[in-house]
């Protein structure tokens, strides 16, 4: 297979499980489709934790010593989250999916108390959807990996995930969660180009200190799917790139 293929079963799975999703949807009653963001955000706590415990990998260990990694961690989420607030990424996001609804409307008048709130449902269901899609550490490594020539197998099973996450988004936000497709091919194409092109392995404990920050910007994730806490996640995204250049310094300095 060629390298991407992985990324376009994914946009597929998540196209498709948005069409079955907003199909039954609006048989749905309130009620129940609040149960199911409640449910998913559960799940994605559960994975976010899972994630986040990359913190105590072996390898990010011996590469940066025992104390290093929460600090580590901790470090990329504060200068990660000062670049994207300084260049306003939660915000851009949320215009970007305002433009993608009035364009996919044809530029209807938002003014009206109906429209605006399918605007509402639409830009939440965008940016939640792509958060999740992009933010998980399968979404790294296995673009990488497909990148590389190693297959697409991780994509595979990310694709099969975000099929059944995208139809209960969709069934609770609408047509926003097929958008985030979009932004699922641009992250993931994005990063099996930078895979073709390193045309090596990222080392292992980089990517266990960036899995471990992914981890903790999915339970930012998953407070807004439960509607405890509206956290600007898309502005910790920086924070991916910071984790595995700070886990290079300190191998450099140690």
């Not at 990010?60 to 600090?71: F, R």
């Not at 958060?131 to 197998?153: E, I, K, M, Q, R």
């Amino acid at each position: 297979m060629f390298p991407g293929i992985g990324t376009v079963v994914n946009v597929a799975a998540i196209l498709l499980g948005a069409g079955i999703g907003i199909l039954v949807g609006h048989r749905l009653p309130q009620r129940t489709r609040e149960v199911v963001t409640d449910a998913l955000g559960l799940v994605t706590l559960l994975i976010a934790g899972l994630s986040a415990m990359s913190v105590t990998d072996a390898d990010l260990v011996a590469a940066v010593g025992d104390s290093a990694p929460v600090l580590i961690v901790l470090g990329s989420l504060l200068v990660g989250g000062i670049v994207g607030s300084l260049l306003h990424i939660e915000r851009r996001l949320e215009d970007f999916g305002g433009w993608l609804q009035r364009s996919l409307a044809g530029r209807r008048s938002v003014d009206g108390g109906g429209d605006s709130e399918r605007r509402r449902r639409f830009i939440e269901g965008f940016v939640t959807a792509s958060l999740v899609f992009c933010v998980g550490p399968l979404t790294v490594l296995g673009s990488l990996n497909d990148g590389l020539g190693h297959g697409a197998d991780q994509l595979y099973l990310k694709s099969a995930l975000d099929g059944f996450d995208s139809i209960a988004f969709a069934a609770s936000l609408g047509w926003g969660v097929a958008a985030s497709a979009l932004a699922g091919l641009v992250v993931q194409g994005s990063l099996t180009a930078l895979g073709a092109a390193l045309g090596q392995f990222v080392p292992d404990a980089h990517i266990a200190a960036l899995t471990a920050t992914g981890g903790l910007l999915l339970v930012g994730v998953a407070l807004r799917l439960l509607r405890l806490k509206p956290l600007p996640v898309g502005d910790l995204l920086p924070a991916l790139v910071i984790a595995p250049l700070l886990t290079a310094l300190v191998v450099a300095v140690r």
